[in-house]
């Protein structure tokens, strides 16, 4: 097989367990092109156009897929490990249980994707437009989203998505489901999530391991408004200058919690156990039945 493919036309060539390895594939028509369990590690596929290829368990690790176009293409099980994925647009793109680890998806289109049990560790995200992803039991352990658009992502799931030292500084989570996700030393400073239902964060792990899992969140100046956050576990969490306007923050955890100067005008903070929390400066705070020593 020649280490380039210039003027053939690929479109009806089965790939299934082929060896493409470092092959130059860049700007290629590959539409629906069959790559099942391809060997492609390393090989050249920037600008080129995957729409509806079947990449099913194919060995990506290392590839150039800057500016391809990935849309409703099925990656389930593949490995894009430092793959680099730049600019690319995965458009309802299928990555179930596919491993990103340090792969570079920055202002990557991730809309609609499924990410299920998807491993992104240490994966760059920034800018990326994730919005309404399905990213059920996601590993984002490191992972940067700095800017990303999460709306209405989904990010729940058991075992729980675990975003342990991620960055979503500035990152857009409007609407998105982060229930029972794993916030350890998560930064979410000037993160966006108003609406979002962060109820019962950590608290499986919590329970579970007996450790406090969320000890240093930076959620500095977040916009929490209308936020859900029944029984959070928000130990010695940053919220200083936080919207916190119309959320619940019922029965949550905010022990040793920062809130200099967070607007809690209409907060339901009934059971919330603010021992120890700075309340200094704080907005519209009704404190009936709250925990305060």
């Not at 994925?85 to 994707?113: E, Q, V």
């Not at 400073?189 to 609406?195: E, I, K, P, R, S």
């Not at 579970?208 to 000890?215: T, V």
């Not at 967070?262 to 059971?271: I, M, N, Q």
Request: charged share 15%; with cysteine; net charge negative.
């Amino acid at each position: 097989m020649p280490e380039d493919f210039e003027d053939e036309d690929l479109t009806s060539v089965n790939f299934a367990g082929k060896d493409l390895s470092g092959k130059n594939l860049a700007g290629k028509d590959l539409t629906g092109v069959d790559l099942n369990e391809a060997r492609l590690s390393g090989a050249d596929l920037s600008r080129a156009d995957l729409n509806a290829a079947n990449l099913s368990y194919a060995d990506l690790t290392g590839a150039d897929l800057t500016g391809a176009n990935l849309t409703n293409t099925n990656l389930p099980g593949a490995n894009l490990t430092e793959a680099n994925l730049t600019g690319a647009n995965l458009l309802n793109a299928d990555l179930d249980l596919a491993r990103l680890l340090n792969a570079n998806l920055t202002g990557a289109n991730l809309a609609g994707a499924s990410l299920s049990y998807t491993v992104l560790m240490g994966a760059n995200l920034a800018g990326a437009n994730l919005a309404d992803a399905d990213l059920t039991s996601a590993n984002l352990i490191e992972t940067a989203l700095i800017g990303a658009n999460l709306t209405g992502a989904n990010l729940t799931g058991f075992p729980a998505v675990c975003l342990r030292d991620a960055d979503l500084t500035g990152a857009n989570l409007t609407h998105a489901n982060l229930a029972g996700a794993t916030l350890d030393n998560t930064k979410l400073t000037g993160a966006n999530l108003t609406g979002a239902d962060l109820s019962g964060a950590n608290d499986y792990y919590y329970a579970l391991q007996e450790e406090d899992w969320s000890s240093g969140i930076d959620l500095t100046g977040a916009n929490l408004a209308e936020a859900n956050l029944f029984g959070a576990f928000l130990t010695g969490a940053n919220l200083a200058g936080a919207d916190l306007t119309d959320a619940d923050l019922t029965r949550a955890d905010l022990t040793g919690a920062d809130l200099t100067g967070a607007d809690l005008t209409g907060a339901e903070l009934k059971s919330a156990d603010l021992s120890g929390a700075s309340l200094t400066g704080v907005v519209g705070a009704d404190l009936t039945g709250a925990i305060l020593e």
